[in-house]
């Protein structure tokens, strides 16, 4: 049952306030029940202050005990399953098949930091002892603040990858609910507290704490024993995170995914055979309402005859499309107005929209584009601007303009090979990840993945956010010198009671020393 | 020969500007020839806008290639050794044996970041076939620039571990020259430039600029192209740049390594029964005059009985002691000023000379050293506070009240054991290296070390300035996905071509996929 509570070092705690907030229905726009408290300050300061008293306990776990933790939190999950699907559904009106899809892809996220924890090689044990006996293994941060994601309900949210890599890495997580999904949020954070409770482990490492205004959340990053911070949104709610960590008078680490435009480079020949692009981009452009961070906002194009039917095509292909709502009415809104802003500024950009409005595309120059660095900016939404380019070197003058990007796509055909090894470079400079097939849209959850790139992709271009290596963000190296083996953690006790990989002296091996 | 010119994108430049500088030898306080020329903002510029246009190049290069940069920057130096030394020594005023070791561990160092290029690994080469086909590596940030510190004039400073990581790492590198030792610097840079002719290496890659006022490094930090930052010295001028950096309009990673006070815990048996703690920490206090990163800066020990003779025993140590001066004069001053400023403020701690004053303890209680923050800033220089506990509580209420350090020295003995099993914890969640015997000063170069810690230690505690995985702080994921094998980089090609340990499907192997 959905109570409207904040969850507040492991207590769920009823508060008198008046600040109390709805969430939303996006295909109706009734206002589903119940009412939702925003957290106090008094709130927000006890979930600190509790996650760090328990941190010296919490970080002492055995991997084996944060095994026990994960797996006790896919079961809650499960159990509620038919309970989350249902309130996901009403709050994102996203369909049956993605809720469910989304669950599931949770699960299996968590089933991926369950795995690293059993190979326990993820701590990076390095012994040296020649010299003094120095071993370092790395070591959690301390508690973490994580924000959930308006457009993943599940999987970048309460239980997504920023709390399960924190919790994973020995990190107490305070996570600020997002507010268009707040009951799916608080039936997840249920889960975790059920699990934290069957596995016996301190219930305050798990707050989880409402708030429709931005006081609940810079409260948060700005209190002196929050240690890092997880966010997926846009770069003006990222950014402004950012910079509140940064002002402390302890600066903390900051993980925010900011959005991206995902530029695809669909090169001459390829774009000239390449039958099924227009459905294949058609189709990624208006994933998910076009709500995926990995959606292929700009898609440039070498058509130095200028015959390409691609934009007549893939107009063709979105023309009938009927999508579901955004995820909020004010996200739709924005698009909305953006949208409107655009095709207000001017003639360097035709729009061709679906019958619905509901998709819309944009042809422009690279001339243009070029000139007009607004033009690259993220439109969060169905959308995508195609930019015409009549040379090669365009393309390169477009790439060398380019901001830091999640992904890029370079789509080519074997006579396009040449054209490919100029720009590869030049395109691998400014992103996380480079395609070179398919479309961005889709993010595999395995190790090889990189969800991150240079800013203002994220904020920090050394880590990821999908993925295990996630976990990265959340420890930092600590070394023992000529430590007596009974105080050594078990990753680098003499006996590898383990049986992890670890450096001895700079060779791998599971041995004892 | 000095010449006190610039090296900007690869080429020795001479200024008409009239902001010039000279350094000064300590010992005799006279001033040195030549004049040195601050660079210019067209300097900075231009050094930054040719490293940035020739970082593709240079990451591209093989990690083969590195290793004979690296060898010849190596040979260079072996080469310049006589002049070197004896620039080191009339500038620094560091005696002869300090200067031909830390040229020796300059050596060694860069020796450690060519085993790592040779291994290969650390490129961290992951790849994932079902699904998708996800290959990732590590992937040079860009231009990075690198602050040459003051206490160490060869280790961390032109070819330091801060310029040699970013080379390894394929990342282009501008130093900022420190004015304090300006010949030194610019003698090695020349090795550098040596050796990248020598290679036919761009020589844009290296640069090295001279500066007394702070303009050249905030001029750096702040140019759109540069996208790293390493720094080694005080607390104020690390987060100058910290903030510099912060505030551009895409912030950049800073790795400045801001000092430390090191606190050494003396339990109660241990204090009792060591007869050589008092020499042991009077030399470790004085070592190079003070001027280490991990001097070993507040001494706390639990004596409920007071009736220890560790404070009287470190004096008669120091008294006696001849300490060269430290590296400039205005280091000397400013201690001598930190000094006067801590002895004028009241009576709660007490004060002991050595007969030149040149070395200075401090007693003080746990109660006064709580209450009293400003108590725990870094005195740098040969300067140790000991805090005086009662009781173990109350040297747990120390370890509260800490800041991130570099190190903490936890020494025992077996009767102490549940004392530091007590202790450990909270003590590891401050810093960066815990020791459980000796003193902190001394850092092994080796993989298994970490130089960094919770800030204010560092600007991020997830990385290390010293040892081969300094590397880390100028790389980033990049993934490749379903890229054809003629296009991926050598480390993640199907046939495993550098025979490096990769992770495939989860499985750490040298096979092909």
Redesign the interface.
């Known amino acids: 049952m959905i109570t409207g509570q904040n969850l507040v070092g492991g207590l769920w705690e009823s508060n008198a306030s008046d600040r109390i907030f709805q969430t939303a229905n996006p295909k109706t726009k009734e206002y589903l029940s119940p009412m939702f408290q925003e957290a106090t300050s008094e709130q927000v300061t006890l979930a600190v202050e509790k996650a760090a008293a328990a ?2 306990a919490y ?2 776990t055995s991997f084996e005990q944060r095994v026990e933790l994960l797996k006790a939190i896919q079961d809650e999950i499960k159990q509620k399953k038919t309970e989350i699907i249902v309130t996901y559904q009403v709050e994102s009106a996203l369909p049956e098949g993605r809720a469910k899809g989304e669950l599931q892809r949770t699960l299996d996220q968590i089933e991926r930091f369950i ?1 690293l924890l059993k ?1 326990g ?1 993820f701590s990076q044990a ?3 002892t ?3 006996d ?3 293994m790395l ?1 959690p ?2 508690p973490i603040v994580v924000f959930g994601a308006s457009n993943f309900p599940l999987a970048f949210s309460t239980a997504g990858g920023d709390t399960i890599s924190a919790l994973a890495a020995g990190c107490p997580v305070i996570v600020k609910a997002h507010p268009y999904h707040a009951g799916t949020s608080e039936l997840v954070a249920q889960a975790i507290h059920s699990a934290l409770k069957n596995r016996g482990l301190p219930l305050s490492i798990f707050s989880h704490l409402g708030g429709q205004s931005h006081t609940v959340g810079s409260d948060l990053v700005t209190h002196a024993k929050v240690k890092g911070v997880g966010f997926t949104g846009s770069f003006f709610g990222g950014k402004a995170l ?2 509140l960590a ?1 002002k402390r008078s ?4 900051v993980f925010a995914e900011m959005g991206s435009i995902n530029p695809v480079f669909i090169l001459e020949h390829k774009l000239k055979s390449d039958e099924n692009l227009a459905a294949d981009l058609a189709s990624s452009v208006t994933l998910g309402t076009g709500q995926f961070c990995t959606n292929p906002g700009v898609i440039i194009i070498c058509d130095p005859s200028q015959e390409s039917s691609l934009v007549r095509r893939m107009h063709e292909e979105m023309r009938k499309m009927e999508l579901p709502p955004m995820v909020h009415a004010n996200i739709e809104l924005k698009f909305k107005e953006q949208i409107a802003e655009l095709t207000a500024r001017g003639k360097e950009v035709e729009y061709y929209f679906s019958d619905n409005n509901h998709a819309v595309i944009g042809v422009v120059s690279a001339f243009h584009f070029i000139e007009n660095p607004s033009l690259s900016e993220e439109v969060f939404g169905p959308f995508s601007l195609i930019v015409h380019c009549h040379s090669l070197e365009e393309m390169v003058d477009v790439v060398a303009g380019l ?2 990007q999640l992904t890029a796509t370079l789509l080519s055909s074997p006579e396009d090979q040449k054209a ?2 100029l720009l ?3 395109v ?2 400014k ?8 479309v961005p849209t ?1 993010v ?1 959850v ?5 969800h ?1 790139g ?3 992709a994220t ?6 956010s999908v993925g295990s ?1 996630a976990i ?1 963000r959340w ?10 083996d009974e ?1 050594l953690p078990l990753a680098l006790k003499k006996e590898n009671p383990l049986g992890i ?1 670890r ?1 001895v002296n ?1 060779v ?1 091996t599971t041995e004892a020393v």
């Open positions: 941190f010296e970080a002492a795995e190979d090689s390095t012994i040296h020649h010299g003094p120095l071993r370092k070591f941060m301390g950012y910079d940064q302890e600066p903390i680490p901001k830091g490919v090894q590869l470079p030049k691998q400079a992103v996380g990840r480079v395609l070179f097939e398919g889709g595999a395995t190790q090889a993945m990189q991150g240079p800013y203002p904020t920090d271009s050394r880590f990821t290596d990265y420890l930092r190296p600590l070394a023992f010198q000529d430590c007596p105080l990989q450096r700079g791998l």
